[in-house]
């Protein structure tokens, strides 16, 4: 499983590069070059330790994102999810470099670099605890699905989405685009209806599941949501 996960971090990681120096008009912007350093790489790692771990999990993260047995609102979400944060990136590429609209200080953007690898390592959390953690909206009766309640699942029911909120805000920092971080609330409610949607199939579909969210009262974000 390591060379496919080589090769779709390589393919990754240049379609990448295609889509923000493209949109950028350059490929002289060091902050795009740190950013698909660090999430390239930081991505690896946490690819290398499932291959070791937890290689069924790897194997489904590194699975089509339509699927069968996949919900239909799903399918729809996904493919909603990937034109829009094309259009993200392309925002933040000619924000930042191609018309410099925006100037962000280095310091700032410094904590944009913190910010995506805290939430990186908050997503290697929550797959460290949950084998389940497709990327598709489905339950894996083949695998003996189950409630994951321990670890940052017993602070906030989806600790994944948690992470990547932070990544949201991360990214248009680092990346230098203060029009990218404005957007970035438009990402973090797609995330928040898909959690809601989720939610729904799962108290309907998984045993355990509204017992456990009686236990943890929160989706993303302790004390407030």
């Not at 889509?19 to 690896?44: D, H, I, Q, V």
């Not at 470099?97 to 805290?118: T, Y």
């Not at 997503?123 to 009766?141: G, S």
């Not at 609330?185 to 995330?191: F, K």
Request: proline letters at 4%.
């Amino acid at each position: 499983m390591v060379p496919k996960l080589i090769i779709r971090t390589v393919i990754w990681i240049a379609l990448l590069a295609l889509l923000l120096f493209g949109a950028a008009g350059t490929a002289r912007w060091p902050a795009g070059w740190l950013f698909l350093a660090e999430t390239g790489g930081l991505g690896f790692a946490i690819g290398l330790w499932l291959a070791r771990h937890d290689p069924a999990l790897l194997a489904e993260r590194q699975s089509s994102a339509f699927q069968r047995g996949q919900k239909a609102w799903d399918k729809v979400f996904v493919a909603a999810l990937i034109v829009l944060t094309v259009a993200w990136f392309v925002l933040m590429a000619c924000d930042a470099v191609r018309f410099r609209w925006s100037l962000v200080p280095q310091w700032l953007q410094g904590v944009g670099a913190l910010l995506i690898a805290l939430g990186m390592f908050i997503v290697h959390l929550t797959f460290r605890e949950n084998t389940y953690a497709a990327p598709v909206v489905k339950i894996q009766t083949e695998r003996g699905h189950r409630v994951i309640s321990t670890g940052p699942y017993a602070c906030v029911r989806h600790p994944m989405y948690a992470g990547m909120l932070l990544v949201f805000v991360g990214m248009p920092l680092l990346l230098g685009s203060w029009y990218g971080l404005a957007a970035a609330p438009v990402m973090a409610a797609l995330i928040a209806v898909r959690a809601v949607l989720e939610e729904r199939t799962l108290a309907n579909e998984l045993a355990g599941y509204r017992e456990y969210t009686a236990r943890v009262r929160y989706r993303l974000v302790p004390g407030l949501w």
